[in-house]
């Protein structure tokens, strides 16, 4: 049978859709830099300041099921052909796939026609990315991430239930937030969990020096107690049970990742961020326990931000950057530009986190300055990276 690599090089269509990640990196870049300003526009000037649907349930949705399906979407397509040893999904069903996307897309932008429409057309791409993973993981006999597909399934239930509770009662579907956002925060902490130590290693073998340590049983306790906080966290909200198992969570996720050598890792940022990156995520979730125990003194959107701008803004960029220049034939290498980005989201990060604890106007401002710094990432990342994803890879013919 033809190795992955074989495959690839055997495509002959456009460079684009030769790989998954090459349209959903740079389709959900460019999503993530314009959806969060129109955001903060309404947030603004008010939900009739733009003559599309960019209020509140618009923001979070899209970047928790908008962003974040596309950013998963592309890890995976480009992970599970080298976990099975599958024909990667290349050509044509990448390009219908993608198609669904963007449908979904200008579907939550626009609204047409009745609710149930934006709703189905929405729906229908994580529907169908999940039986996608689910396939291929069966096919290839990868048993290790049969996980890995039914946290996908997860993320398109809660899309769903995001959908049908809106259509029921109207308001935000907290309950399906929380799993889709659950969902991501799972997803960081199980793959970010196996490449960020595993990256580690390869780079600081070759610079000489200890290595991580490897995985144990504080890796397994942690993944466990934090699929069980983040569960209880989607279903009853922070109620105290949840917060204490969220904090417990947090704390070791934190020592899982002290274990994993990150500061020795300084001199190249491409490895730096993604311990970043695990560091946002168990932030997250310790904030997000506080939040449940200590309302009056950590702000639930404290928690929240923390988790979406934080964790998932920044590791999906730590992945999209390193997969990028890996299979596109770049050196493993950050540049200037890659700097940048790195700066970017998590200064944004940061300014989002902060702005809870403020006072207005500060708090706008803060908001503000925070989007901005998003966009801007966001951007750099098309631009930078764009011109890579579109082109073939270095040493292969056009």
């Known amino acids: 049978m033809a190795t992955t690599s074989q495959q690839v090089r055997d495509y002959r269509g456009p460079a684009l859709f030769s790989f998954g990640f090459r349209p959903f990196f740079l389709l959900g870049a460019l999503w993530a830099a314009v959806s969060v300003p129109l955001w903060i526009v309404t947030y603004a000037a008010g939900p009739d300041a733009l003559p599309v649907n960019a209020g509140l349930a618009f923001h979070v949705h899209e970047m928790v099921f908008g962003y974040g399906s ?26 219908v796939l993608v198609t669904v996307w963007v449908a979904g897309r200008a579907a939550m932008l626009f609204q047409p026609g009745p609710g149930w429409v934006p709703a189905m057309v929405d729906s229908a791409f994580l529907v169908l990315f999940a039986g996608i993973i689910w396939r291929e993981v069966i096919a290839g006999q990868n048993t290790r991430n049969l996980k890995v597909a039914a946290a996908v399934s997860l993320l398109a239930l809660a899309n769903i239930a995001f959908h049908w509770i809106s259509l029921d009662d109207g308001g935000l579907p907290q309950a399906a937030i929380r799993a889709g956002l659950g969902t991501l925060l799972f997803l960081i902490l199980l793959i970010g969990g196996r490449i960020t130590p595993s990256f580690t290693r390869n780079w600081l073998a070759r610079q000489g020096g200890p290595l991580p340590e490897a995985a144990g049983r504080i ?101 999209m950057t390193r997969s990028s220049l890996g299979h596109t034939g770049r050196a493993l290498t950050a540049g200037a530009g890659t700097l940048v980005i790195y700066g970017l989201v998590n200064v944004a990060a940061l300014a989002r986190v902060a702005a809870p604890f403020l006072d207005q106007p500060y708090q706008m401002h803060a908001n503000f300055l925070a989007s901005a710094l998003w966009s801007g990432a966001f951007l750099g990342f098309v631009f930078v990276y764009g011109p890579r994803l579109v082109s073939p890879r270095l040493g292969k013919a056009a």
């Open 70 to 95: 596309a950013i998963v979407a592309g890890f995976l397509l480009t992970a599970v052909p080298n976990w099975t040893g599958r024909l990667p999904v290349c050509g044509l069903p990448l390009m």
């Open 219 to 319: 890796d397994a306790v942690a993944l466990a107690v934090s699929f069980a906080a983040l569960a209880a966290w989607a279903v009853f909200g922070g109620m105290l049970a949840s917060s204490i198992l969220l904090l417990v969570a947090g704390i070791l996720n934190g020592v899982r990742l002290s274990r994993w050598g990150g500061e020795r890792t300084l001199a190249e940022p491409l490895v730096t961020v993604l311990h970043v990156g695990y560091a946002w995520a168990a932030l997250a979730i310790v904030l997000i326990g506080l939040s449940g125990l200590w309302p009056e003194h950590v702000p639930r959107i404290a928690g929240l931000h923390a988790a979406g701008a934080g964790a998932v803004g920044v590791m999906t960029l730590a992945v």
